[in-house]
C-alpha cells in the first residue's frame, strides 16, 4: 500500500473510497472536502479546467502528497500510475531497456507486455530522450502494466503529444481495459475523452462539481460551473 | 632511496585510482540530479577540518569527515523541512566552511587544504583509501536501480515501494564519504570536479545507463593515473593535474558528440 494512505477494506466490489480529502499546499487549499467512491471495473474520469487539483488528486490517492480525510484502498488491489511527465528522465543516457529495468521485472514479463500492445522491439534499444512524446507516452504506459495492476492511474495522457499519437494512446487505453479488465482512473482536460472510456465522471475544480455517469450528471449548467463560462462541448454517443 | 620512491608512488596511483573510480562512479548518480554541484559546496565545508588535521597533525580525511558528516545532516533535515532544493541548501551550508577556515589557518599553510597532496600517502592511508573505495562502489553498485529511478522518477520510484528519503540519507552518506577521500588527493575546493567531470564526459559518449556508468567509472581512474604520472614528470601537484586531465577528456567526448550528431 501506498506510504500515508489508509489501508481499508471499502467493500468488496469498491476499489477506492475517498472521504472528505482536503489537500492543502503552502497555505493555499487545493482540494476542499471530497468524496467519491470507485467500483471494480469502472472507468473515472476526472476533468477540470487548469489548476483545478486534478494532478494534485491523483498524486494525493497515492499518497505522494500530504492530506487530510481519508483515502480508502482495497487491500486487494495493485496500482499502477502513468505520470504527466518526467523531467529529469531525458537527463542521462538511458535506454528504453535500461528504463524498464529500473523496473526490476524479468526480461520475460517485459517482452509479454510489449508484445501485447503493438511495442516495436526496435524501440528498446532507443534512447529514452530521442523519443517522440507518443513513443514515451507508450513507454511509461508498458512500465506501469509491467507489475501486471488492476488498478491504472492516468494523468492527461495526450500532453505534448500530437493528434496521431492521441488517437494511438487513446487506442491503446481501450485496448488495455478490455484485455485486462482495468479500472481506470484518468485525469484530463480534454472532454471528447470522457464519453468514449467513461463509466463515471468527476468534476473537479477545487471543491465537488459533479460525479455521476457522464450522459447524467455533464449538463450545461455543471460545465458552466466547472470552466466559469459558456463553453462548447460535443457529446459522442455509441448508439 | 629509489625504491622507497617507487613504493611511494604505487601508493599514490593505487589511491588515486580507487578514488577515482568511486567518485566518478558515484557522480554518474548525482549528475542525474542535477547535483554534482553539491560535492562543491561539501569540498569547501570539509576545509575546517583539513585545517585542523594540519595544524594538529592527524590525517585529513580523517578530520575532514565530521565537517562533511555535520554538513550533510543540517542539509537533510533542513530539506525535509523546508522542501528548499538541496542545491540552494548546500550552498548556503558551505560558505559558512570557507570562512571559518580562515578564521585559524594561516594562509600560506592553505595549500594541501585547497589542492590536496597525493604524493605523500601512506601504507596505511593507502590500504583505507582502497578500502573504503571498493566498499562505495559494492554499495552504489547494490542501490543503482532504485537510487536511478528515485533521481529521474521520484514519484514512480515512490508508487513502487521505494523509501526515497531513505536513499537520499544514504546518499548523502556515501557523498561525504567520497568527499573526505576526495579532499586528500585534490583538495576542498577540486573534490566537485573529482565527481563531476567523468560523468559528464561518460553522458557525452554514452548511448545506454550501463555504458554511461561504466564509462565514468574508467574516466575518472585513468585520469587519476594521468595526473599522477604527470606530476612525476612536470613541476605541478598531482590534485591539479587530475581535473585538468578529465577536463581534457571531457573536451574530447564534447567534440566527438558533435562530430557524430
Keep these: 500500500m501506498q506510504p500515508g494512505t489508509k489501508e481499508a477494506q471499502p467493500g468488496q466490489n469498491c476499489v477506492l473510497k475517498v472521504q472528505n480529502l482536503t489537500v492543502v499546499l503552502a497555505n493555499r487549499t487545493i482540494i476542499d472536502n471530497l468524496s467519491f467512491t470507485v467500483a471494480k471495473g469502472e472507468s473515472l474520469t476526472v476533468v477540470g479546467p487548469n489548476g483545478a487539483g486534478k494532478t494534485v488528486l491523483l498524486k494525493s490517492l497515492l499518497g505522494l502528497l500530504p492530506h487530510t480525510g481519508t483515502v480508502e484502498w482495497n487491500r486487494h488491489i495493485k496500482v499502477g500510475y502513468v505520470p504527466q511527465r518526467l523531467p529529469f528522465i531525458r537527463e542521462i543516457p538511458m ?41 514515451f507516452q507508450k513507454v511509461l504506459i508498458a512500465w506501469s502494466i509491467l507489475g501486471k495492476p488492476n488498478v491504472l492511474l492516468f494523468d492527461e495522457p495526450t500532453t505534448g503529444v500530437d493528434i496521431a499519437g492521441e488517437e494511438t494512446v487513446y487506442a491503446l487505453l481501450e485496448k488495455l481495459q478490455r484485455e485486462r479488465g482495468l479500472t481506470m482512473l484518468l485525469v484530463t482536460h480534454d472532454l471528447s475523452i470522457v464519453y468514449r472510456f467513461s463509466t463515471s465522471v468527476l468534476c473537479l475544480n477545487r471543491h465537488l462539481v459533479c460525479f455521476g455517469p457522464p450522459n447524467e450528471v455533464l449538463t450545461p449548467e455543471s460545465l458552466r460551473e466547472l470552466y466559469g463560462a459558456e463553453i462548447k462541448y460535443y457529446r459522442h454517443t455509441h448508439d | 632511496m629509489t625504491d622507497l620512491m617507487n613504493w611511494q608512488l604505487f601508493f599514490s596511483l593505487l589511491t588515486g585510482i580507487s578514488i577515482g573510480c568511486a567518485s566518478a562512479y558515484l557522480g554518474a548518480v548525482m549528475l542525474t540530479r542535477r547535483m554534482a554541484l553539491v560535492a562543491g559546496p561539501l569540498g569547501h565545508l570539509t576545509l575546517p577540518g583539513v585545517a585542523l588535521g594540519i595544524l594538529y597533525g592527524f590525517n585529513v580525511s580523517l578530520a575532514a569527515f565530521p565537517f562533511v558528516i555535520l554538513g550533510i545532516v543540517v542539509i537533510w533535515w533542513l530539506e525535509a523541512k523546508s522542501r528548499l532544493p538541496m542545491e540552494a541548501l548546500t550552498a548556503i551550508v558551505f560558505a559558512s566552511g570557507v570562512a571559518m577556515t580562515f578564521m585559524f589557518l594561516p ?89 563531476a567531470i567523468p560523468a559528464a564526459a561518460a553522458r557525452n559518449a554514452s548511448h545506454g545507463l550501463g555504458q554511461y556508468a561504466g564509462t565514468a567509472l574508467g574516466i575518472g581512474g585513468a585520469s587519476s593515473v594521468l595526473g599522477i604520472i604527470i606530476s612525476k614528470v612536470f613541476p605541478f601537484p598531482a590534485g591539479p593535474l587530475i581535473i585538468l586531465v578529465s577536463t581534457i577528456i571531457f573536451l574530447v567526448t564534447l567534440f566527438w558528440r558533435k562530430w557524430n550528431a
Excluded at chain 1, 108 to 126: C, K, N, Q, Y
Excluded at chain 2, 134 to 159: G, K, S, W
Excluded at chain 2, 169 to 193: D, Q, S
Design chain 1, 95 to 135: 535506454t528504453v531497456r535500461d528504463f524498464f529495468n529500473l523496473k526490476g521485472h524479468s526480461a520475460d514479463t517485459r517482452d509479454e507486455v510489449i508484445g501485447s500492445m503493438d511495442f516495436p522491439r526496435a524501440m528498446l534499444d532507443s534512447q529514452v530522450g530521442a523519443l517522440s512524446s507518443g513513443q
Design chain 2, 107 to 195: 594562509v600560506q599553510q592553505a595549500e594541501v587544504a585547497l589542492i590536496g597532496d597525493i604524493s605523500h600517502v601512506s601504507l596505511r592511508e593507502t590500504i583505507a583509501s582502497v578500502a573504503l573505495s571498493v566498499a562505495l562502489l559494492l554499495i552504489i553498485r547494490h542501490i543503482f536501480r532504485p537510487l536511478v529511478l528515485a533521481t529521474v522518477a521520484e514519484d514512480l520510484a515512490r508508487v513502487e515501494g521505494i523509501n526515497v528519503r531513505k536513499y537520499n540519507l544514504i546518499y548523502l552518506v556515501l557523498i561525504a564519504v567520497i568527499v573526505a577521500l576526495g579532499v586528500k588527493m585534490v583538495g576542498g575546493l577540486l573534490t566537485a570536479a573529482l565527481v
